[in-house]
């Protein structure tokens, strides 16, 4: 079952709508509605993609990165979003803390309601 929170694999398209890599995404939550379709961000291993103040970076210090299912220090790119249904995530490697995934909410919104 995925839930907000979850990291999970998924073939993430690049802008030009072409086939992007298999790749982590943080689901970030459910969109109303009858169908089953998430809200998500990429993730990447690329550190210097980091838009300081804004991405997310989960470091293998970090408390949650071992429940996380990342391999490497890795950025969460918070402004890298899709909309896509359950049926194409292809599992769950792991989940942030809660208290992150409300950060990265947080951000998020207030990028959307900032002039």
Known sequence: MIQEGHIVLFKFPQTDQTVGKLRPALVIRRLPGVHDDWLICMISSQLSQQIPDFDEVVKDKDMDFKQSGLKTSSVIRICRL?????????????????????????????WIKST
């Open 82 to 110: 899709a909309v896509v249904n359950r049926t194409i995530f292809l599992g769950s490697i792991g989940s942030i803390s809660t208290e992150r995934l409300e950060l990265i909410k947080k951000r998020l919104s207030d």
